[in-house]
Protein backbone atom coordinates (compact mmCIF):
# COMPACT_ATOMS: atom_id res chain seq x y z
CA UNK A 1 0.00 0.00 0.00
CA UNK A 2 2.73 2.68 1.04
CA UNK A 3 4.55 2.04 -2.22
CA UNK A 4 1.44 2.20 -3.91
CA UNK A 5 0.96 5.42 -2.40
CA UNK A 6 4.67 6.80 -3.17
CA UNK A 7 4.60 5.96 -6.84
CA UNK A 8 0.86 8.22 -7.42
CA UNK A 9 2.80 10.82 -5.54
CA UNK A 10 5.61 10.38 -7.05
CA UNK A 11 3.62 10.86 -10.76
CA UNK A 12 1.79 13.30 -9.53
CA UNK A 13 5.18 15.30 -8.79
CA UNK A 14 6.26 14.58 -12.02
CA UNK A 15 3.47 16.13 -13.32
CA UNK A 16 3.76 18.53 -11.95
CA UNK A 17 6.83 19.67 -13.04
CA UNK A 18 6.43 18.87 -16.70
CA UNK A 19 3.59 21.14 -16.20
CA UNK A 20 6.11 24.14 -15.44
CA UNK A 21 8.86 23.06 -17.55
CA UNK A 22 6.47 23.26 -20.59
CA UNK A 23 5.19 26.49 -19.73
CA UNK A 24 8.64 27.99 -19.39
CA UNK A 25 9.40 26.21 -22.88
CA UNK A 26 6.31 27.65 -24.57
CA UNK A 27 6.57 31.10 -22.91
CA UNK A 28 7.17 34.19 -25.17
CA UNK A 29 9.93 34.74 -27.16
CA UNK A 30 9.41 38.23 -27.89
CA UNK A 31 10.53 41.17 -25.97
CA UNK A 32 8.78 44.58 -26.19
CA UNK A 33 7.95 47.68 -23.66
CA UNK A 34 6.91 45.06 -20.48
CA UNK A 35 10.36 43.98 -20.41
CA UNK A 36 11.92 47.06 -19.50
CA UNK A 37 11.78 46.71 -15.77
CA UNK A 38 13.07 43.22 -16.32
CA UNK A 39 15.95 44.12 -18.59
CA UNK A 40 16.37 47.10 -15.66
CA UNK A 41 16.52 44.87 -12.91
CA UNK A 42 19.43 42.88 -14.84
CA UNK A 43 21.62 45.93 -15.13
CA UNK A 44 21.38 46.15 -11.18
CA UNK A 45 21.81 42.42 -10.65
CA UNK A 46 25.34 42.65 -13.12
CA UNK A 47 26.28 45.72 -11.56
CA UNK A 48 25.92 44.00 -7.58
CA UNK A 49 27.55 40.26 -9.02
CA UNK A 50 30.36 41.39 -10.95
CA UNK A 51 32.88 43.94 -10.52
CA UNK A 52 33.40 46.20 -13.30
CA UNK A 53 36.18 45.94 -15.98
CA UNK A 54 36.79 50.29 -15.20
CA UNK A 55 34.59 52.53 -13.80
CA UNK A 56 34.11 56.05 -15.52
CA UNK A 57 33.88 59.48 -14.03
CA UNK A 58 33.97 62.71 -16.08
CA UNK A 59 32.81 64.86 -13.49
CA UNK A 60 36.29 65.12 -11.72
CA UNK A 61 38.56 66.08 -14.66
CA UNK A 62 36.02 67.15 -17.38
CA UNK A 63 33.09 69.13 -15.96
CA UNK A 64 32.68 71.60 -18.53
CA UNK A 65 32.69 71.28 -22.77
CA UNK A 66 35.60 72.98 -22.82
CA UNK A 67 37.20 69.90 -21.03
CA UNK A 68 35.96 67.64 -23.95
CA UNK A 69 37.73 69.41 -25.94
CA UNK A 70 40.70 67.38 -24.28
CA UNK A 71 39.23 64.36 -24.83
CA UNK A 72 38.16 64.64 -28.20
CA UNK A 73 40.27 63.02 -31.10
CA UNK A 74 42.88 65.48 -32.72
CA UNK A 75 42.43 66.05 -36.38
CA UNK A 76 45.52 68.29 -36.64
CA UNK A 77 48.69 67.85 -37.61
CA UNK A 78 50.88 68.03 -33.97
CA UNK A 79 53.94 70.43 -34.26
CA UNK A 80 57.10 68.93 -33.07
CA UNK A 81 58.99 72.40 -32.05
CA UNK A 82 58.30 75.73 -31.30
CA UNK A 83 60.35 77.02 -34.39
CA UNK A 84 57.77 75.45 -36.99
CA UNK A 85 55.36 78.60 -35.72
CA UNK A 86 58.02 81.26 -36.04
CA UNK A 87 59.42 83.41 -39.17
CA UNK A 88 60.00 87.25 -38.42
CA UNK A 89 56.78 88.17 -40.38
CA UNK A 90 55.02 86.15 -38.10
CA UNK A 91 56.62 87.62 -35.13
CA UNK A 92 55.69 91.10 -36.82
CA UNK A 93 52.85 90.49 -37.42
CA UNK A 94 52.01 89.51 -33.99
CA UNK A 95 53.57 92.88 -32.61
CA UNK A 96 51.01 94.88 -34.78
CA UNK A 97 48.50 93.11 -34.07
CA UNK A 98 49.15 94.10 -30.08
CA UNK A 99 49.09 97.57 -30.90
CA UNK A 100 46.22 98.03 -32.94
CA UNK A 101 43.74 95.65 -31.56
CA UNK A 102 42.09 96.22 -28.10
CA UNK A 103 41.71 92.69 -27.06
CA UNK A 104 44.13 90.28 -27.57
CA UNK A 105 43.03 86.61 -27.72
CA UNK A 106 45.05 83.51 -26.62
CA UNK A 107 46.21 82.27 -29.72
CA UNK A 108 47.96 85.95 -30.29
CA UNK A 109 48.94 86.04 -26.64
CA UNK A 110 51.00 82.81 -27.40
CA UNK A 111 52.57 84.50 -30.27
CA UNK A 112 53.64 86.94 -28.74
CA UNK A 113 54.98 84.98 -25.80
CA UNK A 114 57.27 82.68 -28.22
CA UNK A 115 58.33 85.73 -30.20
CA UNK A 116 59.70 87.03 -26.90
CA UNK A 117 57.29 90.06 -26.85
CA UNK A 118 55.67 88.84 -23.43
CA UNK A 119 57.87 87.55 -21.02
CA UNK A 120 55.43 85.56 -18.99
CA UNK A 121 52.51 84.17 -18.77
CA UNK A 122 50.30 83.67 -15.97
CA UNK A 123 49.36 80.60 -14.00
CA UNK A 124 45.51 80.93 -15.19
CA UNK A 125 46.35 81.38 -18.43
CA UNK A 126 46.89 77.42 -18.98
CA UNK A 127 43.99 76.78 -16.67
CA UNK A 128 41.37 78.51 -18.39
CA UNK A 129 39.34 77.62 -22.18
CA UNK A 130 40.05 77.55 -24.19
CA UNK A 131 42.77 74.57 -23.89
CA UNK A 132 43.54 73.83 -27.48
CA UNK A 133 45.93 75.38 -29.86
CA UNK A 134 44.49 75.54 -33.78
CA UNK A 135 47.86 73.54 -34.15
CA UNK A 136 46.09 70.48 -32.37
CA UNK A 137 48.02 70.61 -28.74
CA UNK A 138 46.63 71.97 -25.55
CA UNK A 139 48.67 75.34 -24.35
CA UNK A 140 49.94 73.42 -21.19
CA UNK A 141 51.57 70.87 -23.52
CA UNK A 142 53.39 73.04 -25.47
CA UNK A 143 54.86 74.97 -22.65
CA UNK A 144 55.64 71.92 -21.21
CA UNK A 145 57.98 70.68 -24.55
CA UNK A 146 59.39 74.89 -23.91
CA UNK A 147 61.20 73.57 -19.99
CA UNK A 148 64.26 72.63 -20.61
CA UNK A 149 65.09 71.14 -17.07
CA UNK A 150 64.05 67.50 -15.88
CA UNK A 151 62.91 69.23 -13.09
CA UNK A 152 61.03 72.11 -14.57
CA UNK A 153 59.26 69.38 -16.67
CA UNK A 154 57.86 67.37 -13.56
CA UNK A 155 56.91 70.44 -11.89
CA UNK A 156 55.03 71.43 -14.93
CA UNK A 157 53.36 67.72 -15.44
CA UNK A 158 52.21 67.85 -11.31
CA UNK A 159 50.77 71.64 -11.83
CA UNK A 160 49.06 71.65 -15.46
CA UNK A 161 48.62 68.03 -16.44
CA UNK A 162 45.00 67.90 -16.12
CA UNK A 163 44.68 70.35 -18.81
CA UNK A 164 46.88 68.53 -21.57
CA UNK A 165 45.10 66.37 -24.09
CA UNK A 166 44.30 62.78 -23.42
CA UNK A 167 46.40 61.49 -25.99
CA UNK A 168 49.39 63.72 -24.92
CA UNK A 169 49.75 62.25 -21.13
CA UNK A 170 49.61 58.68 -22.86
CA UNK A 171 52.66 59.92 -25.36
CA UNK A 172 54.37 61.09 -21.77
CA UNK A 173 53.11 58.38 -19.65
CA UNK A 174 52.53 60.72 -17.24
CA UNK A 175 50.76 59.12 -14.01
CA UNK A 176 47.45 57.98 -15.92
CA UNK A 177 44.67 56.36 -13.70
CA UNK A 178 42.76 53.38 -15.48
CA UNK A 179 40.48 55.32 -16.66
CA UNK A 180 42.23 57.94 -18.45
CA UNK A 181 44.42 54.65 -20.36
CA UNK A 182 40.98 52.91 -20.85
CA UNK A 183 39.28 56.12 -22.43
CA UNK A 184 42.96 56.52 -24.45
CA UNK A 185 42.82 52.91 -26.37
CA UNK A 186 38.85 53.66 -27.14
CA UNK A 187 37.33 55.24 -30.64
CA UNK A 188 36.95 58.79 -31.40
CA UNK A 189 33.05 57.89 -31.27
CA UNK A 190 32.97 55.82 -28.59
CA UNK A 191 34.32 59.38 -27.12
CA UNK A 192 31.25 60.94 -28.23
CA UNK A 193 28.61 58.33 -27.44
CA UNK A 194 30.05 58.75 -23.73
CA UNK A 195 30.26 62.53 -24.00
CA UNK A 196 26.41 62.54 -24.86
CA UNK A 197 25.30 60.55 -21.98
CA UNK A 198 24.18 57.53 -24.02
CA UNK A 199 22.42 55.53 -21.27
CA UNK A 200 23.36 52.07 -22.95
CA UNK A 201 26.88 51.34 -25.34
CA UNK A 202 27.93 47.82 -27.09
CA UNK A 203 31.19 47.64 -28.47
CA UNK A 204 33.11 45.19 -29.89
CA UNK A 205 34.78 44.38 -26.57
CA UNK A 206 32.79 46.17 -23.83
CA UNK A 207 29.25 47.16 -22.37
CA UNK A 208 28.51 50.40 -21.34
CA UNK A 209 26.21 51.18 -18.76
CA UNK A 210 25.26 54.67 -17.33
CA UNK A 211 25.28 55.38 -13.79
CA UNK A 212 25.12 59.19 -13.46
CA UNK A 213 26.18 62.33 -15.38
CA UNK A 214 28.80 61.29 -17.64
CA UNK A 215 29.44 58.05 -14.89
CA UNK A 216 29.81 54.59 -16.51
CA UNK A 217 29.91 51.12 -15.29
CA UNK A 218 32.39 49.16 -17.73
CA UNK A 219 32.48 45.33 -18.34
CA UNK A 220 33.61 42.95 -21.06
CA UNK A 221 31.71 42.46 -23.36
CA UNK A 222 32.08 38.23 -23.37
CA UNK A 223 31.05 38.71 -19.18
CA UNK A 224 28.05 40.82 -19.98
CA UNK A 225 26.71 38.90 -22.83
CA UNK A 226 26.77 35.48 -20.76
CA UNK A 227 25.12 37.27 -18.12
CA UNK A 228 21.86 38.24 -20.30
CA UNK A 229 21.98 34.91 -22.06
CA UNK A 230 21.50 33.19 -18.91
CA UNK A 231 17.98 35.33 -18.46
CA UNK A 232 17.12 34.78 -22.51
CA UNK A 233 18.29 37.90 -23.51
CA UNK A 234 20.61 38.37 -26.74
CA UNK A 235 22.06 41.92 -26.81
CA UNK A 236 23.49 42.92 -30.28
CA UNK A 237 23.85 46.34 -32.14
CA UNK A 238 21.83 45.04 -35.17
CA UNK A 239 18.68 46.35 -35.50
CA UNK A 240 17.51 44.87 -38.19
CA UNK A 241 14.10 42.80 -37.45
CA UNK A 242 14.75 44.46 -33.57
CA UNK A 243 12.10 43.35 -30.97
CA UNK A 244 13.34 46.35 -28.64
CA UNK A 245 15.76 48.78 -28.81
CA UNK A 246 17.11 50.44 -25.70
CA UNK A 247 20.02 53.60 -26.15
CA UNK A 248 22.41 52.06 -28.63
CA UNK A 249 21.35 48.16 -28.25
CA UNK A 250 19.26 45.93 -29.41
CA UNK A 251 17.56 43.22 -27.37
CA UNK A 252 15.77 40.02 -28.08
CA UNK A 253 14.64 36.18 -26.26
CA UNK A 254 16.76 33.85 -26.57
CA UNK A 255 15.04 30.60 -28.22
CA UNK A 256 14.10 28.01 -25.78
CA UNK A 257 16.79 24.49 -26.89
CA UNK A 258 18.73 22.12 -24.70
CA UNK A 259 21.50 24.22 -24.44
CA UNK A 260 19.73 27.05 -22.76
CA UNK A 261 17.42 24.60 -20.37
CA UNK A 262 20.21 23.45 -19.49
CA UNK A 263 22.13 26.75 -18.41
CA UNK A 264 19.31 28.48 -16.19
CA UNK A 265 19.64 27.72 -13.03
CA UNK A 266 15.83 26.50 -12.24
CA UNK A 267 16.10 24.17 -15.48
CA UNK A 268 18.99 22.72 -13.37
CA UNK A 269 17.06 22.22 -10.39
CA UNK A 270 14.50 20.61 -12.57
CA UNK A 271 16.80 18.31 -14.13
CA UNK A 272 18.71 17.34 -10.58
CA UNK A 273 15.32 16.88 -9.17
CA UNK A 274 14.30 13.95 -11.74
CA UNK A 275 17.52 12.62 -11.72
CA UNK A 276 17.02 12.54 -7.60
CA UNK A 277 13.95 11.12 -8.16
CA UNK A 278 14.91 8.73 -10.45
CA UNK A 279 17.00 7.37 -8.05
CA UNK A 280 14.97 7.23 -5.17
CA UNK A 281 12.18 4.98 -7.45
CA UNK A 282 15.02 2.79 -8.44
CA UNK A 283 16.17 2.21 -4.74
CA UNK A 284 13.02 1.83 -3.65
CA UNK A 285 11.75 -0.44 -6.20
CA UNK A 286 15.25 -2.45 -5.82
CA UNK A 287 14.68 -2.86 -2.05
CA UNK A 288 10.77 -3.64 -2.86
CA UNK A 289 12.22 -6.85 -4.80
CA UNK A 290 14.43 -7.66 -2.11
CA UNK A 291 12.25 -7.82 0.35
CA UNK A 292 9.91 -9.73 -1.41
CA UNK A 293 12.47 -12.16 -2.35
CA UNK A 294 12.86 -12.46 1.08
CA UNK A 295 9.57 -12.93 1.85
CA UNK A 296 9.15 -15.48 -0.39
CA UNK A 297 12.36 -17.41 0.39
CA UNK A 298 10.98 -17.43 4.27
CA UNK A 299 7.26 -17.85 3.16
CA UNK A 300 9.34 -21.50 1.31
CA UNK A 301 11.62 -22.06 4.27
CA UNK A 302 8.38 -22.58 6.70
CA UNK A 303 6.33 -24.08 3.74
CA UNK A 304 8.83 -26.87 4.02
CA UNK A 305 9.62 -27.08 7.94
CA UNK A 306 5.84 -27.60 8.04
CA UNK A 307 5.52 -30.08 5.70
CA UNK A 308 7.92 -32.02 6.96
CA UNK A 309 6.45 -31.87 10.45
CA UNK A 310 3.64 -33.02 10.19
CA UNK A 311 5.28 -36.58 9.51
CA UNK A 312 6.82 -36.45 12.98
CA UNK A 313 3.93 -35.24 14.96
CA UNK A 314 2.06 -37.73 13.75
CA UNK A 315 3.99 -40.57 14.99
CA UNK A 316 4.38 -38.85 17.94
CA UNK A 317 0.47 -38.65 18.13
CA UNK A 318 0.65 -42.46 17.09
CA UNK A 319 3.02 -43.12 19.92
CA UNK A 320 0.96 -41.27 22.58
CA UNK A 321 -2.24 -43.30 22.00
CA UNK A 322 -0.31 -46.48 21.92
CA UNK A 323 1.04 -45.45 25.72
CA UNK A 324 -2.50 -44.01 26.45
CA UNK A 325 -3.76 -47.30 26.09
CA UNK A 326 -1.22 -48.72 29.08
CA UNK A 327 -1.48 -45.64 31.26
CA UNK A 328 -3.26 -47.85 33.79
CA UNK A 329 -0.18 -50.36 33.38
CA UNK A 330 2.17 -47.11 34.43
CA UNK A 331 3.38 -45.49 37.60
CA UNK A 332 1.08 -42.35 38.44
CA UNK A 333 4.05 -40.06 37.88
CA UNK A 334 4.22 -41.36 34.58
CA UNK A 335 1.20 -41.11 33.05
CA UNK A 336 1.40 -37.44 33.97
CA UNK A 337 4.75 -36.80 32.49
CA UNK A 338 3.01 -38.60 29.38
CA UNK A 339 0.10 -36.10 29.56
CA UNK A 340 2.14 -33.09 29.63
CA UNK A 341 3.67 -34.67 26.45
CA UNK A 342 1.00 -35.47 24.92
CA UNK A 343 -0.16 -31.75 25.68
CA UNK A 344 3.12 -30.11 24.03
CA UNK A 345 2.59 -32.52 20.36
CA UNK A 346 -1.23 -31.34 20.69
CA UNK A 347 0.46 -27.65 20.68
CA UNK A 348 3.47 -28.69 17.81
CA UNK A 349 0.61 -30.08 15.40
CA UNK A 350 -1.77 -26.93 16.20
CA UNK A 351 0.98 -24.76 15.07
CA UNK A 352 1.98 -26.35 12.16
CA UNK A 353 -2.04 -26.61 11.31
CA UNK A 354 -2.46 -22.93 11.63
CA UNK A 355 1.31 -21.61 9.31
CA UNK A 356 -0.17 -24.24 6.99
CA UNK A 357 -3.57 -22.36 6.65
CA UNK A 358 -2.03 -19.16 6.76
CA UNK A 359 1.28 -19.88 4.01
CA UNK A 360 -1.44 -21.61 1.80
CA UNK A 361 -3.89 -18.68 1.39
CA UNK A 362 -3.25 -14.69 0.57
CA UNK A 363 -5.03 -13.90 3.84
CA UNK A 364 -2.66 -10.81 5.30
CA UNK A 365 -3.95 -10.94 8.57
CA UNK A 366 -0.87 -12.78 10.97
CA UNK A 367 -3.05 -14.33 12.38
CA UNK A 368 -6.33 -16.82 11.20
CA UNK A 369 -8.56 -16.49 14.11
CA UNK A 370 -10.53 -19.18 15.74
CA UNK A 371 -13.00 -17.13 18.01
CA UNK A 372 -14.00 -19.95 20.88
CA UNK A 373 -16.36 -19.16 24.03
CA UNK A 374 -13.44 -20.00 27.00
CA UNK A 375 -16.46 -20.69 30.13
CA UNK A 376 -14.13 -20.69 33.01
CA UNK A 377 -10.95 -18.07 32.63
CA UNK A 378 -9.88 -19.71 36.44
CA UNK A 379 -9.92 -23.45 34.79
CA UNK A 380 -8.36 -22.15 31.29
CA UNK A 381 -5.53 -20.49 33.19
CA UNK A 382 -5.23 -23.23 35.51
CA UNK A 383 -4.72 -25.85 32.47
CA UNK A 384 -1.59 -23.42 31.58
CA UNK A 385 -0.01 -24.02 34.88
CA UNK A 386 0.18 -27.65 34.86
CA UNK A 387 2.60 -27.64 32.14
CA UNK A 388 5.15 -25.93 34.55
CA UNK A 389 4.98 -27.92 37.76
CA UNK A 390 8.48 -26.95 38.46
CA UNK A 391 7.98 -23.88 38.63
CA UNK A 392 5.41 -21.78 41.24
CA UNK A 393 2.95 -19.71 39.66
CA UNK A 394 -0.23 -18.76 41.34
CA UNK A 395 -3.29 -17.60 39.91
CA UNK A 396 -5.67 -14.75 41.40
CA UNK A 397 -9.25 -14.37 40.18
CA UNK A 398 -11.32 -13.48 42.38
CA UNK A 399 -14.96 -14.02 40.45
CA UNK A 400 -14.73 -16.03 37.48
CA UNK A 401 -15.60 -15.25 34.03
CA UNK A 402 -15.96 -16.37 30.51
CA UNK A 403 -14.51 -14.97 27.39
CA UNK A 404 -15.36 -15.01 23.76
CA UNK A 405 -11.31 -14.77 22.55
CA UNK A 406 -9.19 -17.12 20.46
CA UNK A 407 -7.74 -19.47 23.52
CA UNK A 408 -4.75 -20.77 21.32
CA UNK A 409 -3.44 -17.90 20.63
CA UNK A 410 -3.96 -16.01 24.04
CA UNK A 411 -1.87 -19.43 25.21
CA UNK A 412 0.63 -18.91 23.00
CA UNK A 413 1.12 -14.96 24.41
CA UNK A 414 0.90 -16.29 28.22
CA UNK A 415 3.26 -18.89 27.97
CA UNK A 416 5.57 -16.18 26.36
CA UNK A 417 5.35 -14.42 28.79
CA UNK A 418 5.76 -16.88 31.70
CA UNK A 419 9.31 -18.54 29.83
CA UNK A 420 10.38 -14.87 30.11
CA UNK A 421 10.06 -14.72 33.94
CA UNK A 422 11.33 -18.69 34.57
CA UNK A 423 14.67 -17.37 32.57
CA UNK A 424 14.84 -13.83 33.63
CA UNK A 425 12.78 -13.22 36.78
CA UNK A 426 12.09 -14.91 39.64
CA UNK A 427 9.23 -16.78 41.48
CA UNK A 428 6.80 -16.94 42.55
CA UNK A 429 4.50 -16.03 39.03
CA UNK A 430 1.55 -14.62 39.95
CA UNK A 431 -1.39 -14.66 37.30
CA UNK A 432 -4.42 -12.91 38.02
CA UNK A 433 -7.53 -11.28 35.35
CA UNK A 434 -10.34 -10.07 36.24
CA UNK A 435 -13.21 -7.98 33.92
CA UNK A 436 -12.89 -4.64 33.65
CA UNK A 437 -15.77 -3.86 31.73
CA UNK A 438 -18.21 -5.02 29.53
CA UNK A 439 -16.93 -6.89 27.03
CA UNK A 440 -12.98 -5.93 28.51
CA UNK A 441 -10.30 -8.03 30.10
CA UNK A 442 -7.11 -7.65 32.27
CA UNK A 443 -4.42 -10.46 32.92
CA UNK A 444 -1.55 -9.93 34.65
CA UNK A 445 1.71 -11.63 34.87
CA UNK A 446 3.80 -10.70 37.85
CA UNK A 447 7.26 -11.93 39.02
CA UNK A 448 9.43 -10.65 41.59
CA UNK A 449 12.76 -9.98 39.94
CA UNK A 450 13.54 -6.69 38.04
CA UNK A 451 13.67 -5.89 34.45
CA UNK A 452 16.39 -3.36 33.18
CA UNK A 453 13.68 -1.45 30.76
CA UNK A 454 11.13 0.81 31.82
CA UNK A 455 8.58 0.43 29.36
CA UNK A 456 8.07 -2.15 26.38
CA UNK A 457 9.44 0.02 23.68
CA UNK A 458 13.14 0.02 25.17
CA UNK A 459 12.57 -3.63 25.79
CA UNK A 460 11.89 -4.86 22.00
CA UNK A 461 14.38 -2.55 21.20
CA UNK A 462 17.18 -4.23 22.85
CA UNK A 463 18.44 -8.04 21.85
CA UNK A 464 18.42 -10.28 24.07
CA UNK A 465 21.75 -12.19 22.76
CA UNK A 466 21.44 -14.60 25.45
CA UNK A 467 17.86 -15.80 24.57
CA UNK A 468 17.02 -18.67 23.37
CA UNK A 469 14.34 -17.56 20.86
CA UNK A 470 16.92 -14.78 20.00
CA UNK A 471 15.37 -12.27 21.06
CA UNK A 472 11.80 -13.06 18.74
CA UNK A 473 9.42 -14.10 21.64
CA UNK A 474 8.21 -10.26 23.08
CA UNK A 475 8.26 -9.30 19.46
CA UNK A 476 5.56 -12.28 18.33
CA UNK A 477 3.90 -11.57 22.09
CA UNK A 478 3.48 -7.70 20.95
CA UNK A 479 2.03 -8.66 17.32
CA UNK A 480 -0.36 -11.48 18.58
CA UNK A 481 -2.08 -9.28 21.00
CA UNK A 482 -2.65 -6.16 17.94
CA UNK A 483 -3.78 -7.82 16.06
CA UNK A 484 -6.33 -9.43 19.01
CA UNK A 485 -6.99 -5.69 19.41
CA UNK A 486 -5.51 -5.55 22.69
CA UNK A 487 -3.01 -3.80 23.94
CA UNK A 488 0.20 -4.68 26.30
CA UNK A 489 2.36 -2.55 29.02
CA UNK A 490 4.70 -3.33 31.10
CA UNK A 491 5.57 -2.13 34.43
CA UNK A 492 8.77 -2.18 37.48
CA UNK A 493 9.39 -3.01 40.66
CA UNK A 494 7.84 -5.96 40.63
CA UNK A 495 8.49 -6.73 36.92
CA UNK A 496 4.58 -6.85 35.59
CA UNK A 497 3.00 -7.45 32.19
CA UNK A 498 -0.34 -6.09 31.59
CA UNK A 499 -2.79 -7.55 29.01
CA UNK A 500 -5.58 -5.62 28.22
CA UNK A 501 -7.96 -7.54 25.94
CA UNK A 502 -11.57 -7.19 24.03
CA UNK A 503 -13.47 -9.90 23.05
CA UNK A 504 -13.64 -10.60 19.73
CA UNK A 505 -16.69 -11.27 18.02
CA UNK A 506 -17.00 -13.42 14.61
CA UNK A 507 -19.99 -15.52 14.64
CA UNK A 508 -19.09 -17.69 11.61
CA UNK A 509 -15.93 -18.87 13.75
CA UNK A 510 -17.71 -19.10 17.75
CA UNK A 511 -16.96 -22.10 18.88
CA UNK A 512 -19.70 -23.18 22.32
Given at each position: ???????F????????????I?Y?????????L????????????LQ???????????N?????????????????R????????L?????I?????????????????????LCD?V???PS?????????H?????????N???????R???????????F????????????????????????????????????L??????Y????????????T??K????F?????????N???C??????????R????????????????F?????I???????L????????????????A?????H??????????????????????????M???I????????????L???????L????????????????S???????I?????????????????????D?????I??????????RY??A??????K?K??E?????I??Q????F???K?????KH??????G????????I????G??????????T????????H???N???
Amino acid sequence: MKLEVFLFLFALGLAFLSGNISYFIHDDETVDLNNIDEIQKLHYELQESMSPFVRIDLNNNYSTPAHFELLKPLDYRIQKNKQLLLDSSQCIKSKINQISSKYVDKEALWLAYLCDQVQMLPSSYFKSPPFMHPSGQSYAFMNYRLQTERRARINWLENYSRFMHLSELSKLKWSQNKEQRFLNNQSPELIGKILQDEKLILTKHYYYINTGHLKYYVQTKEKAVRFFERARYIVTTNFKDCSLKVATTCWSRQPHNLKSILTQSSYMIFAVTIVILFITAKGLFSRFRIRRYEEERKKHALRLLTHELRTPIASLLLQVDQLNERLSELPEDMVDDIMRIEGQIYRLKHLADRSQSYLQTNNKDFLNLNIEKIPSMTAYLDSIRTEYKDLEINININEDFSVLTDPYWIKIVIMNIIENAKRYGKAPIQISAKRKETECIEINITDQGEIPFSNLKSLLKNKHQNSKGLGLGMIIVTRIIKELGGKLTLENFPTTFKIELKEVHNDQNIIS
